[in-house]
């Protein structure tokens, strides 16, 4: 006879601070504030991406001096109404995904920060595309997206801790702690750059050449030792958009065990149920958050970064635009592992 399955109450998913049993759940759980239970979480949802969608639009017609110059010279000219839409689709399927994932708006600016990075540095490394534009773009990209969730979804306890309340943030000293804060914030740092040097030093220049065609300029990739402070300082946001989206929300979980989970009845369990409470169930909370968010953060990125090249930018290949995102993605899994390393550590 099958047993019986527990059905989550309502304030099992929304209250802060309260149990979550799964990763996904671990990921959506937070609450609304008065004014925004009033609507609906589809209407929500719905609000979200066409209000990202529509923003983006605006800005980008607003700033067509500022943004289409140099980027013109580059971009491809969609002609077909399915390439356009597949585009526009692609931008709500990621604004959906972020929602549907429970991520609040610190959430989304560092994902999206991190997911649209390769692209943005290739324009600016590679193509000669103005820090003006490159910036400008990079900006409205988040912002269109970062504001809707601002206005229609509450930041979580990780990133609210004035407000929140004393067991609903685990580790609170150590996520305050400056020292932390900054080893952190460089350890991620250090891992993007010796990953983009190393591929510097080795194999990318030729999988650029070939699958790039017309690239302007690969000296970037040649600056040798010279040229790594330099790599460094730049991806020191990437290091900072890292530990806030994988450390900060997976260390500040409160992790809390009932009575009824040690003594639940597993006389009956299904084969499969007990292969996942003995394999993925055995881990943590706070690790299976930080697992789940590196690899979406690392897919994000490897897909993000095909779609937004092979789409966007002339005379690439998919294969080619892959490879440049792969870097990005094996960054994200190394930042990953490294994080799940320090808070393995007896306290954290």
């Known amino acids: 006879m099958a047993p019986k399955k527990r059905t989550s109450s309502v304030n099992d998913l929304a209250v802060p601070g309260s149990q979550v049993r799964d990763p996904k759940d671990a990921l959506t759980a937070m609450a609304p504030s008065p ?35 140099d980027l013109g010279l580059v971009s491809k000219h969609l002609e077909e109404w399915w390439e356009v839409g597949g585009l526009v689709a692609w931008k709500a399927a990621e604004v959906g995904l972020a929602w549907v994932l429970g991520f609040d708006s610190w959430d989304v600016a560092s994902f999206l920060f991190l997911t649209h990075q ?32 601002a206005f229609l979804r509450r930041p979580t306890s990780v990133h609210d801790l004035s407000h929140a309340p004393s067991g609903a943030v685990a580790n609170r000293a150590i996520l305050q702690d400056t020292p932390t804060t900054i080893y952190t914030i460089l350890a991620a740092t250090s891992i993007f750059s010796v990953v983009l040097y190393g591929s510097y030093a080795s194999w990318l220049p030729a999988e650029l050449v070939v699958h790039f ?38 260390t500040g979980h409160a992790e809390k065990t009932t009575e009824e989970e040690h003594h639940a009845n597993r006389e009956h369990e299904y084969l499969i149920v007990d292969f996942y409470r003995k394999t993925w169930g055995q881990l943590s909370i706070k690790t299976r958050i930080l697992i789940s968010r590196t690899l979406i953060l690392a897919t994000s990125v490897l897909l993000n970064t095909t779609v937004q090249i092979a789409g966007t930018i002339q005379d690439v290949s998919i294969q080619g635009a892959a490879t440049w995102g792969s870097v990005w993605a094996v960054s994200a899994l190394a930042i990953g592992a490294t994080f799940g390393w320090i808070e393995a550590v007896d306290g954290v």
């Open 213 to 250: 065609e017309n690239l302007p300029d690969i000296s970037a990739a040649h600056a040798g030792p010279a040229g790594f402070p330099a790599l460094f300082l730049t991806l020191i946001p990437s290091g900072y958009a890292a530990r806030d989206f994988l450390f900060v929300s997976s």
């Open 118 to 149: 390769p692209t943005f540095s290739l324009l600016s490394f590679f193509y000669g595309v103005r820090p003006t534009s490159t910036l400008a773009s990079y900006l409205i990209t988040i912002l269109s997206t970062v504001v809707p969730f």
């Open 35 to 69: 004014s925004l239970a009033r609507i609906p979480s589809p209407a929500r949802f719905a609000l979200v991406v066409f209000s990202s969608l529509v923003m983006s639009s605006v800005l980008f017609t607003l700033t067509a001096d500022v943004t289409q110059g």
